[in-house]
């Protein structure tokens, strides 16, 4: 497996407060990733970063921010925690982007919202 | 917009039958085209790629822009490919991974 983990695996909140998930590679990549995993959603973008302090956003980023202040770390912030968060968030590294570019996700962190 | 369509939630098929599962995409320009699949309680893994024109496991994925779809074989199934599987583009200017709905494979013995 590539050398990247998610902390924390699992973790329950309440409605309100705020949470911040890490992501941690040991690759070097340039671009890492943060997608959710819903039923009937698939997988879908929060936030990217395609180098230290450089970030953008993706598909469903209202609610969410990001920091990326060192190569190897990219943190995920719900900054006031809604029970539509209630998910399993996925970080993602990968070299590039494109077709020869293959991404490596992490084991997957699942937040329940209470 | 880039978009990825999965028409199936869940495919059920018995061990040593065809399998499709299908993809359909829409982008403007020429897409970059993915399968990935997540094993039950491993991490999600990249399949194969169009670029590459590869077989892996037995899958096989033929990308056909005339009909912007990249639909995922495999001529048998075995029961090891129960899965969770996910078709992603990759746009112009080398965009993130969009991602499809995914379709569960159920392979039955």
């Known amino acids: 497996d590539a050398g990247i983990t998610q902390s924390p695996r699992h973790k329950v909140t309440e409605t309100g407060t705020p949470v911040t998930l890490r992501c941690h590679q040991t690759?070097?990549?340039?671009?890492m990733y943060w997608y959710r995993q819903d039923p009937g959603h698939g997988l879908r973008l929060i936030h990217y970063?395609?180098?230290?302090?450089?970030?953008d956003k993706g598909e469903v980023s209202d609610g969410y921010s990001v920091s990326r202040s060192k190569t190897e770390d990219f943190l995920l912030t719900l900054e006031s925690a809604t029970s539509s968060q209630t998910s399993v968030y996925f970080c993602?590294?990968?070299?590039?982007?494109?077709?020869?570019?293959?991404?490596?996700f992490g084991q997957g962190t699942r937040l329940t919202v209470v | 917009a880039q978009r990825v369509t999965q028409p199936e939630k869940l495919l059920s098929v018995f061990k040593g039958a065809p399998v499709e599962l299908k993809c359909n995409y829409s982008?403007?320009?020429?897409?970059?085209l993915f399968w990935y699949v997540q094993y039950s309680r491993q991490r999600l893994q990249l399949l194969l790629r169009?670029?590459s024109r590869e077989s892996i496991k037995g899958f096989t994925a033929d990308l056909n822009k005339g009909e912007t779809s990249f639909h995922l074989k495999k001529p048998f199934a075995q029961e090891e490919d129960s899965a969770m599987y996910y078709c992603?583009?990759?746009?112009?200017?080398?965009?993130?991974?969009?991602f499809g709905k995914g379709t569960r494979l159920s392979v039955i013995a």
């Open positions: 993602a590294i990968s070299e590039g982007q494109g077709g020869n570019t293959e991404a490596f």
């Open positions: 970063s395609y180098g230290v302090k450089d970030t």
């Open positions: 169009h670029i």
């Open positions: 982008y403007s320009g020429s897409p970059e």
């Open positions: 992603a583009l990759s746009g112009l200017g080398n965009t993130p991974l969009v």
């Open positions: 690759e070097n990549h340039r671009y």
